[in-house]
């Protein structure tokens, strides 16, 4: 798979001596932080194809839905670093804390420093204060996007950690899977979802949510989305937003479109602005059918830093 | 959905007056070759992601799986004519053909010149001899590709159509299926592929391919495909290519991939070049499980107009 990736995509991608890590073919970029991220497989684009111009530098990959090993971490922090530091952007799962904690001592050898942002937009997966539990999800390519654009601005490490920092806590994110996905190695789906029903709050693995409800149409399911994430940040009147809206796998782009024509609706009733909307399979689960989404509240700061162009397999905008 | 396509592209996409019609939001484009196209619904980026800058001007939009009227098709053209005429290059299916033809009649009165370029790419939908019978699929992404692009760098109607014939002329597609769809208002596949089997050559409705056979792992899979398609041109030592590997829905991109290394390292034997490749979700059939498989053959003229900057929901390159 990362041979026909990086073959594929030759022209900006370039394979390094760890099989398990891809790379900028630019980077290490001078004068530029480097912007790093890992997890594990199967989550399309996420994690390699937000390998890009103005995006992450290099990837350690992980075999499907499990951590990158420290090794890989560790790698793509030394290709990805030029002198002047290595942001690694990542998502809050048990695995990847300890293969990241333990790649950052290798890297301190090599006198490489390295900051990280640890991101935890799922709202679902833990009560609100017991933030630091919650899981990464798709708020993760909103903290890319904005930690790629900094570093790219020129910006230093810690100015890149800020801004990828300020990006995920002002994220909010909540996924329902309708369902399950099969991991290829063990052949039957790790979970089920009966047909009729919806899991609210699934996570990317297929983690259990918070409720199994009845089937609902999108105009419910936006409903019941926004009650969730919008007290939680706060989001409030006269905020203006992005919103992901990702597909989990084999969702239809044309729900997705639905879906947000609905989530736009109860947005404007509500007064909150939507900057710009990204529609599409930007985070998956293999093949689950189902939904998230993700809202990203923005400053100035983080408007400059999402209007920044880039260009990777996953996110390519002007 | 064509409200929340409409709304989320905002910036790059406008209505029209007839809510089956999408534009480009600069189009029609003065001095500029108009370039339409139009389609059932479901093959999502197919049809209305292909509007941008570069690439198709207006799209016509048909219910699921199913040709759009011609009054669609008729408006389309007035949304993108600016006095240069219209490329309309859209698929073979008997309800295009016939509402396209009506439609240019209807536009005629009011003195718009519409050539047309019919795609039919699908090679198991007909034998070579009988290739006016064959279907158009993923390769028609490639023919908006060249005369967007052709359009763009400012040529004549004749010129844009030449080109995109010439693209379509220059290319052969495969699909194969694992798995059916479903159509909403259906509510239940509307046909079936056992488990272990796949459809050889399945259309993009579902029309039944040229063989069941057991399902096989993704190296025979594109020696299989490339049998097809390659005699079919032929294509041959030296020939430099474009390569289109897309999902029909649900396939993950990590399969798509892992496809691509078996395609690459047989082309390589063969050498035959990748001059550029395209791999990920382009024309779907709604949720379906399978991939398909398009080469075009390419000289300096196409290879000037893929390389060609674009900007669109389903494409966007530099």
């Not at 991608?13 to 997890?39: C, F, M, Q, S, Y």
């Not at 030394?78 to 695995?95: E, I």
């Not at 001592?105 to 390295?114: F, L, Q, S």
């Not at 689950?288 to 905008?317: F, H, N, R």
Request: aromatic share 6%; charged share 25%; glycine share 10%.
């Amino acid at each position: 798979m990362l041979e026909g990736f990086a073959a594929s995509m030759s022209s900006l991608i370039d394979t390094t001596e760890n099989p398990r890590v891809l790379k900028l073919k630019d980077a290490p970029i001078k004068n530029k932080v480097g912007v790093v991220t890992g997890g594990g497989s199967g989550h399309k684009p996420a994690f390699i194809g937000y390998i890009g111009k103005n995006l992450c530098d290099a990837v350690a990959v992980g075999e499907i839905f499990s951590s990158p090993p420290a090794q890989m971490f560790y790698d793509a922090f030394k290709a990805a670093d030029a002198g002047s530091g290595v942001a690694c952007l990542y998502g809050n799962y048990a695995g990847d804390n300890m293969n990241v904690a333990m790649a950052i001592e290798m890297a301190k050898d090599d006198g490489i420093v390295v900051k990280t942002v640890v991101a935890n937009d799922d709202v679902p997966s833990a009560p609100k204060d017991r933030r630091e539990n919650r899981r990464g999800v798709a708020g993760e390519v909103l903290m890319w996007k904005v930690g790629g654009a900094r570093a790219a601005m020129g910006g230093s490490l810690d100015e890149v950690i800020n801004a990828a920092q300020k990006a995920i806590d002002n994220t909010r994110s909540v996924g329902i899977g309708l369902s399950p996905c099969t991991i290829p190695e063990v052949g039957h789906p790790n979970f089920q979802i009966e047909a009729g029903k919806m899991e609210v709050g699934i996570g990317h693995h297929g983690e259990p949510g918070m409720e199994v409800a009845d089937l609902e149409p999108a105009r419910k399911m936006a409903q019941r989305m926004i009650d969730i994430i919008i007290p939680d940040l706060p989001f409030v009147e006269k905020d203006d937003v992005v919103v992901l809206i990702s597909g989990l796998g084999s969702t239809p782009p044309s729900e997705l479109f639905i879906f947000f024509n609905d989530v736009k609706r109860i947005l404007d009733e509500k007064k909150i602005s939507v900057f710009k909307s990204y529609i599409g399979n930007y985070f998956t689960s293999l093949e689950m059918c189902g939904i998230t989404l993700t809202m990203m509240k923005v400053d100035d700061e983080l408007k400059k830093c999402i209007a920044y162009p880039c260009e990777s397999w996953g996110l390519t905008q002007f």
